[in-house]
């Protein structure tokens, strides 16, 4: 199975820090938030992925090459200019353009938000069961943070729900079956409506990561993630 790590926002809340450096090569614990993300999908067992990448994309690609350093292969989906748009294509989007890099069009593939760290071990969506027959993703759900108290979806024998007595947060981690974007044009468009659907249609199965997750989605909790990390090594 491939992976793909989306790496293309802007990072506006992160501003001055992505004013000149790309938000997935801000760094943590003394690595880069996507290097960190490359190991666990490494450790997991994953040799080929892809990366997504549009404000200052190209510093991600000089910096991480072609992967050999990290014991990978990587290839690129550059967005910004494609087809014509002047901005990422959103994660909908971005997947879509990059779906001929990522499967021959029948076989599943994992994809992780660059922006959040967490310690689940990507093996536990590795394996060929990572996602059910007839299903079209296979979502990992985190216990809610404060700043998304009310959660996304709900979990329950291990199918998830829009709604249920106990909510949880997308933890921007899943397995996607090339099938969930039939329809799908090319250009922006977010990732979300179409879980939307697919769980409405009760094709979405679910695993619940009770482990350490953060969204590191401002500079505050990027500090607070390079005081966990620099903690651990002392």
Request: glycine content about 14%; overall charge negative.
């Amino acid at each position: 199975m491939k992976a793909m790590i989306l790496a293309a926002g802007r990072g506006n809340r992160m501003r001055p820090l992505t004013d000149h450096t790309p938000k997935p090569l801000l760094m943590a614990g003394g690595r880069t938030l996507i290097e960190h993300q490359i190991a666990k999908l490494v450790a997991a067992g994953f040799t080929e992925l892809v990366i997504n990448h549009a404000h200052l994309g190209e510093r991600i690609e000089a910096h991480l090459g072609d992967g050999s350093r990290h014991g990978v292969s990587l290839r690129y989906s550059a967005e910004g200019q494609a087809l014509g748009h002047k901005e990422a294509l959103e994660t909908g989007g971005g997947i879509f353009q990059a779906l001929q890099l990522l499967t021959d069009g029948s076989a599943p593939f994992l994809v992780a938000n660059g922006d959040v760290w967490c310690d689940f071990d990507f093996g536990r969506l590795a394996g060929g069961q990572a996602i059910a027959d007839g299903d079209l993703a296979t979502i990992v759900l985190v216990d809610n943070p404060s700043h998304n108290a009310k959660g996304d979806f709900a979990l329950a024998n291990g199918r998830v729900r829009r709604e249920g007595p106990s909510q949880q947060t997308f933890a921007g981690i899943g397995v996607y079956h090339p099938a969930l974007f039939d329809g799908c044009e090319p250009g922006a468009f977010p990732l979300a409506p179409l879980l939307f659907r697919a769980v409405d249609a009760g094709r979405v199965g679910g695993l619940h990561h009770a482990g350490g997750w953060l969204d590191i989605g401002t500079p505050e909790r990027l500090a607070l993630l390079d005081r966990m990390l620099r903690a651990e090594l002392d």
